[in-house]
């Protein structure tokens, strides 16, 4: 997983003469308010010298699924003794006939799911957007319930500039477990490159809330910059 490290604040008066040279480009180039807070913030973005904005997640899913269609998140899942497929949580474990589970899906079709899942995070790591992006489309066909690999997905579409793919994808990743703090920090991020700061703002607070340290920190830093602009 690809986190950042929380960095210091730069001094005041470096902050001043970013703003100067800010304020002179944006007069020069006659831009309109709208580009020119994108320009100011940016620049403080920038000064700031974050290293990452989105991250990617390997699978560390596990469904059991049903043959009458329905599913259960488990901490882990194993054949044992006897005719019993046996579901492990936190504060214990259920087990289920083998006749009631849909043995192909769970098992089988799982794993490729979390191959594939694991190889668009590994391919993420390298800067591969493309193949990070292949990697996860293949996992969702397999499994469109999948929210790691539509976050996954959406990062790598942020990379490359494809901001409503990944606000998409997060949308859908959030729909499906509305406790998954990556999706909310890679959607902050997409809201962000698109001008929409106040939602982005947002997005990485809930991904703090729910405990991703990537949307703390790029919570921090944005309110900093935010409040930074209207002081201006």
């Known amino acids: ?12 008066g470096e902050f001043n003469q970013a703003l100067v040279r800010i304020k002179a480009g944006r007069e020069s180039f006659k831009m309109d308010r709208s580009r020119g807070l994108w320009g100011l913030l940016f620049g403080l973005v920038m000064l700031l010298g974050l290293p990452s904005w989105v991250a990617g997640e390997g699978s560390g899913l596990y469904y059991l699924y049903f043959k009458d269609g329905n599913s259960m998140r488990c901490d ?3 054949k044992g003794m006897g005719d019993y497929v046996w579901c492990g949580k936190s504060l214990g474990s259920q087990g289920f006939p083998v006749g009631e589970v ?13 191959r594939l899942v694991d190889k668009s995070l590994d391919e993420f790591s390298k800067g591969d957007w493309d193949q990070a992006i292949s990697a996860a489309t ?5 499994d469109p319930s999948n929210e790691v690999a539509y976050t996954n997905r959406a990062g790598a579409y942020s990379n490359k500039g494809m901001y409503q ?6 949308n859908r990743a959030i729909e499906i477990n509305p406790n998954f703090g990556l999706a909310y920090n890679n959607r902050g991020y997409a ?6 700061f106040d939602q982005s703002l947002t997005d ?17 830093r944005l309110k900093y910059v935010l409040e930074l602009i209207k002081k201006r």
């Open 165 to 170: 793919e990944a606000i998409q994808d997060c």
């Open 138 to 142: 293949s996992a969702i066909a397999l």
């Open 204 to 220: 990485y607070d809930t991904s703090c809330r729910l405990g991703n340290s990537l949307g703390c920190n790029n919570y921090e």
């Open 76 to 78: 882990a899942i194993w």
């Open 191 to 196: 809201l962000y490159r698109t001008g929409q």
């Open 102 to 114: 849909d043995m192909s899906r769970t098992f089988s079709v799982q794993a490729e799911v979390s």
């Open 1 to 12: 997983m690809s986190f950042c490290e929380v960095l210091p604040h730069p001094e005041l």
